[in-house]
Each structure stands twice: as structure tokens, then as C-alpha cells.
């Protein structure tokens, strides 16, 4: 099990390295950040000597390493447009995102797992068509339309929680919806596939035939195993979901990562964007690492495999 970690956790760092690179060399490569600091109107005098003040004079490999050396010492560098350290707009603003990113988790589950379980019991029955009707739904309506939607409904006609920012929970409910709604598909086709294979299986005819029927054979033998592949999924939702909430922060006004993200590629906030991919891409390969490991502590075929 400890050697199945190691590979796993070493192939996960080689992908955030792959990553920081990538996000890099294509940043500044994309823009000068000296032009993007100065501004228009500058002298080139003015762009040369803040080009030399943040080093940005250095050849690009130099200046990544620096970069992320660094990181490696917890220093993410200083936001060109806000003039402050961005660990510290980073940490003002991670726990927002973290709440609305396990809120839409919650959600997620909450609609697709049992979803899934209905349809998977009533195999072609109208609980079924409805089920997937559901998950056809709402993977064909895109985050920023339902957004709006639920604004309408839920806060201006219908005024049961507030149309933007992020001070209770209350604020929470409606950005979560949206968020959560988008992973329902997946989820829910995953965990209706896994049961429908699952309760074919020999031991499950075993358990029927000791009496087990509907939701305590379901839960007592069937499920465990059904869920399998939905575990890896969710891992993989939830890392999507913290660094693709900038849409629905946007949206809602909520002060999280993504909105500091939009915000930061529209004033050519380089230090900022590039260091939020990596925490983005970091939370990603962190998930997969964690579903991996999951997976192989309920299935030991996986890890001898």
C-alpha cells in the first residue's frame, strides 16, 4: 500500500511541476509585465526600470526558478495590482472558496447519489427516464444561465436569500445550487451504472436470497462496491469545483479565489494568476492523489494491479 502511495504521490508532483512550468512560461510569454505595470501611457524609460526592479530583466528560466524557490519558502511573490503579497490575498480569500467549493459538494451528492440508487432499482421504469432526465437537464444548462435563473426566482421574485456576497450561510445557498448542480450528471449516471453491474453480481442473488430486499440490500451489500468509480468522480468534482467557481463567484459576488482570479487576469496581475493556477492545479492533482488512495484502500485488486 505505502509503495502504491509513493508512485502515486510522485506522479502527482511531477504533474503540478508540469503545470507551474506550463502556466509560467505561457503567462509571461503572453504579455510583458513590465508594459502591464507601467501602463499605456508610460515612457520606456519608466518600463525598463520596472523591468529591473522586479527582475524581470532575467531570462524566463532564471526568473522561474526564482519563482519557485520561492514558493517552495512559502513566498508567492507581491501582486503587481493590488501591491500586496499574494499569500496574503490568497489566504484572505481561500476559506470562501473552500465553503462554497464542499457546499456544492454537498449538493452534488445530496441530488445525484440517491438519484442514482432510485434508478438503478427501477431499471427502464418512469423513476428511471425521470432520474436521467434530470441529469440530461442540467448538463445542458450552463452555470452563469441557472445563476441568473435562481437570482430571479429566489432572490428578487421570491426574496428568500440574498442576491450576492458571502457574510452567512444564507449566502452560500444559492452559489452552492449552481455549482453542485453542474456534477450531478456524472455522479448520477455513475452511481445508476455501478448498481445496475453490482447487483447482478452473485453475492447480491446470495443476499436476495436470505431475504435482503430494496434499500437494505442496497446499502448492506450493494453499495459499497457501486461506489467505487463515484468516489473518484467526487475527488475530481470537488478539485474542479475549487478552482472553476469563477464564473459562479462572479455571479453571486462572492469574494473567493475565482473571483480574485477573474480579477487578477483583468488588470495582468501575472504573480496572482500564475500562482492561483498552481493552487488550483495543486487541489486537482491533491483530489486524484486522494481518490487513488481511496480506491485502493476499498478494492485491493487495484493496488496489486
Known amino acids: 500500500m505505502l509503495r502504491y502511495i509513493g508512485l502515486r504521490a510522485v506522479m502527482a508532483l511531477a504533474v503540478a511541476f508540469a503545470v507551474s512550468l506550463a502556466a509560467f512560461f505561457l503567462l509571461n510569454l503572453a504579455t510583458d509585465p513590465a508594459h502591464a505595470i507601467a501602463g499605456e501611457d508610460a515612457t520606456q524609460e519608466v518600463v525598463e526600470a520596472i523591468r529591473a526592479r522586479y527582475g524581470l530583466d532575467q531570462p ?8 519557485l524557490a520561492g514558493v517552495l519558502r512559502g513566498d ?9 503579497p499574494v499569500a496574503e490575498l490568497v489566504a484572505s480569500r481561500a476559506g470562501v472558496t473552500l465553503a462554497l467549493a464542499f457546499s456544492a459538494l454537498a449538493v452534488t451528492i445530496a441530488i445525484a447519489i440517491p438519484l442514482g440508487a432510485l ?15 434530470v441529469a440530461v437537464s442540467a448538463q445542458a444548462v450552463p452555470n452563469f444561465w441557472l445563476g441568473l435563473i435562481m437570482i430571479i426566482i429566489f432572490a428578487v421574485t421570491i426574496p428568500l436569500f440574498p442576491v450576492s456576497g458571502d457574510d452567512s450561510w444564507r449566502h452560500f445557498v444559492l452559489p452552492a445550487i449552481v455549482l453542485g448542480a453542474s456534477s450531478v450528471p456524472a455522479v448520477m449516471r455513475l452511481t445508476r451504472t455501478g448498481l445496475l453491474d453490482v447487483m447482478s453480481a452473485d453475492y447480491i442473488r446470495t443476499a436476495r436470497s436470505k431475504g435482503y430486499r430494496g434499500w437494505s440490500l442496497l446499502y448492506r451489500h450493494a453499495l459499497r462496491n457501486a461506489l467505487l468509480p463515484v468516489i473518484s468522480v467526487l475527488a475530481v468534482q470537488l478539485g474542479q469545483k475549487f ?21 487578477s487576469i483583468l488588470g495582468a496581475d501575472i504573480p496572482t494568476v500564475q500562482m492561483l493556477i498552481f493552487i488550483f492545479a495543486i487541489v486537482f492533482v491533491a483530489m486524484n492523489l486522494l481518490a487513488d488512495i481511496l480506491n485502493a484502500a476499498l478494492d485491493p485488486r487495484i493496488r496489486i494491479g
Do not use: Q
Open 60 to 67: 524566463l528560466p532564471v526568473r522561474y526558478f526564482e519563482w
Open 76 to 84: 508567492f511573490g507581491e501582486s503587481y495590482y493590488w501591491h500586496k
Open 119 to 133: 434508478a438503478a432499482l427501477n431499471p427502464n421504469s418512469w423513476i428511471d427516464r425521470f432520474a436521467l432526465g
Open 243 to 263: 478552482g472553476g467557481s469563477v464564473i459562479t463567484e462572479s455571479i453571486f459576488a462572492i469574494n473567493g479565489l475565482g473571483r480574485l482570479a477573474l480579477e
